[in-house]
């Protein structure tokens, strides 16, 4: 395994600013990884790993040394009771190609999932999720490297703490657990889950295949999200706030039409941020080349030579502005760096 020095990050974020790692690792297997954190501790270097790029914002250049996470490998293994099937994916598999060549095996589960960019190992960190599922309703168990114990292990779903857009390795257990690879459990079933409205709205009259699905899902999503090949983005950049339903009522008298959702727990809804954002006419605002998306109010947009900065103090304006406005704090889910 070959560390660089001078790396830069620029083609490797999906914002497309620009950054320098000052040391660079790419981890095929289970020695690079043990090789490079025994480098990293040597040179007393700070640790940052980095999968696609699809949810980091870079405010400066790195000092410590960045671990790209590039081992591959899909081992579809054994089938479980109730027509199931336990599939196993490196950290550094593309998460597009790993649903696809999930449902074209006859696997199902991940088809909502379609099309959001970024690497498996990334997808548990903030519970990816989309049209109505997200990775822990299929996840099994993980393979970790604790730098805290300097030990691997394997984790299951109960220890991820996964919630919406949050997990343990976002909170407490962030610099902490370096994902290896994830197992999920699949259906060899077919039961097309059309929960979200838009997606049932596409397919009404239908009994959509998996394949359908996926090609309703990569439409609504090309039809919303900016292609960050074309325009650097890094998909919504807050959550939406979960708030009580007391919260709700209120503003609901300030904010007639403010939709809701259901979070699962009592006594709490959440919130569209992009709601909230349009009221308070971001769309189309510009810091430098940093931009509010013209047709998405939570998406910021790179046009073309913006820095992190610019992106990160435009973010800081808008959530400032709902504050102010409407008391709610809201929260990145991009990961600042
Ligand atoms: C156009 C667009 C649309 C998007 N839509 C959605 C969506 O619908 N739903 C959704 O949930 N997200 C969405 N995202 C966000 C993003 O795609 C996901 O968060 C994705 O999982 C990030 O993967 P990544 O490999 O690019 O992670 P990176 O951006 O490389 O990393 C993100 C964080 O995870 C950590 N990390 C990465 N790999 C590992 C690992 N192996 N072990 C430990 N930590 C790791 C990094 O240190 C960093 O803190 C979107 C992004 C874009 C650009």
């Not at 490998?73 to 009771?81: A, I, K, S, Y």
């Not at 960019?117 to 822990?136: C, D, L, R, S």
């Not at 030579?305 to 929260?331: H, P, R, Y």
Request: aromatic share 8%; net charge negative; hydrophobic share 40%.
């Amino acid at each position: 395994m070959e560390i660089t020095r001078s790396v830069s990050l620029q083609p490797l974020n999906s914002f497309g600013v620009p950054a320098v790692a000052a040391h660079f690792a790419a981890i095929s297997n289970r020695a690079e990884l043990e090789e490079a954190l025994a480098f990293a501790k040597a040179e007393r270097l700070p640790i940052q790993v980095l999968g696609g790029g699809s949810n980091v914002l870079f405010i400066r250049d790195y000092p410590g040394l960045v671990l790209h996470m590039e081992n591959h490998g899909v081992e579809f293994l054994q089938t479980m009771p109730g027509q199931m099937q336990r599939v196993r994916a490196g950290a550094g598999e593309n998460w597009h190609d790993f649903v696809s060549m999930c449902s074209r095996k006859g696997l199902y589960g991940l088809e909502n999932l379609a099309l959001i960019p970024g690497t498996v190992g990334a997808a548990p960190m903030q519970n990816i999720g989309a049209y109505g599922a997200e990775i822990a309703d299929c996840l099994i168990e993980l393979s970790v490297y604790d730098r805290k114990k300097n030990s691997w292990l394997t984790m299951d779903k109960s220890q991820c703490e996964f919630s919406y857009r949050d997990s343990l390795f976002k909170q407490s257990g962030r610099d902490r657990f370096i994902i290896f690879d994830v197992t999920l459990e699949l259906s060899t079933a077919w039961y097309p889950n059309l929960s979200y409205a838009a997606l049932a709205n596409a397919l009404v009259n239908q009994e959509p295949t998996a394949e359908q699905v996926i090609e309703a899902v990569c439409s609504i999503r090309r039809s919303k999200l900016p292609d960050p090949g074309v325009l650097g983005n890094a998909g919504s950049f807050f959550k939406n706030p979960i708030i009580s339903e007391d919260k709700y009522a209120s503003l609901l008298e300030q904010l007639p039409g403010l939709p809701s959702y259901q979070t699962g727990e009592s006594g709490l809804t959440k919130i569209p941020a992009a709601w909230l954002l349009d009221k308070l006419g971001w769309k189309g605002r510009t810091r430098g080349a940093a931009k509010v998306h013209d047709a998405h109010a939570l998406v910021l947009v790179n046009t073309g030579d913006a820095s992190g900065e610019d992106i990160l103090l435009l973010a800081q304006a808008m959530s400032s502005s709902v504050l102010e406005s409407f008391g709610i704090a809201l929260e990145p889910e991009v990961q600042i760096l």
